[in-house]
């Protein structure tokens, strides 16, 4: 595969449907069930001590973490270990979708269970704004809203779905984004339902 399935435009969010096939997406959910055993998923909390209904861990030389000290990356699991490598094929993708892009330094894991949901937020914590985010679904189809870069603007939606992955770049990279709700036990990947979506990141 040398330029991936075709894209769609979501406010300058590059939508790319279909990028992984079920077989591909049960052999990464494999490697995902390693990676959540060497660092267990976590509820964080915002910094005023609110729980995120999203659960997350992370692989690569930083995880995102919240607690009362705030938003931030940090070198290690909450348990004080090291975060696992980033998945081979997490990597392939990164290299697929964003030939021109430094490697990656974070894949966050979010879990979506029943009722879970993020936000609009722009993805600011990084120091080289000039990289793009890439992000993949697996699992539930989540409805993911982009807005523009300032707060309070129009947005619109769409369904991500199992092996879809969305790219965050150019003018775009700021926008605000979030996701809604979950249509939960839509899709048959994870048994006990759920959505899962990574995210790649360049932190430094
Ligand atoms: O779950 C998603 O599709 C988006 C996740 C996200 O925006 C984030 O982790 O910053
Ligand atoms: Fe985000």
């Known amino acids: 595969m040398t330029e991936g399935p075709a894209a769609l435009d979501l406010k300058g969010v590059r939508i790319v449907p279909g990028l992984l096939d079920p077989t591909a997406q049960a052999a990464l959910l494999k490697e995902l069930r390693a990676l959540v055993a060497a660092a267990p998923l976590v509820t964080h909390s915002t910094p005023r001590g609110k729980p995120l209904s999203v659960r997350m861990t992370a692989a690569g030389r930083f995880g995102w973490v919240s607690d009362r000290k705030g938003y931030r990356y940090a070198d290690r699991h909450p348990s004080g270990r090291e975060w696992p490598p980033i998945p081979q094929p997490l990597l392939d993708l990164w290299a697929l979708l964003v030939p021109g892009a ?21 993805d600011r914590d990084e120091a080289d704004l000039t990289q793009p985010v890439v992000s993949l679904s697996l699992g539930d189809d989540g409805l993911f809203r982009v807005g523009g870069t300032v707060r309070g603007g129009p947005t619109r939606s769409c369904w991500l779905r199992s092996g879809d992955a969305a790219v965050l770049e150019g003018p775009a990279r700021l926008a605000f984004h979030g996701v809604d709700r979950i249509r939960f036990g839509s899709s048959t990947l994870l048994r006990d339902g759920g959505r899962i979506n990574l995210t790649l990141r360049v932190v430094t």
Do not use: T
Not at 102 to 114: D, I, M
């Open 102 to 122: 430094r490697a990656p330094e974070c894949c966050l894991v979010n879990f979506y269970g029943e009722g879970a949901r993020m936000g609009l937020h722009q």
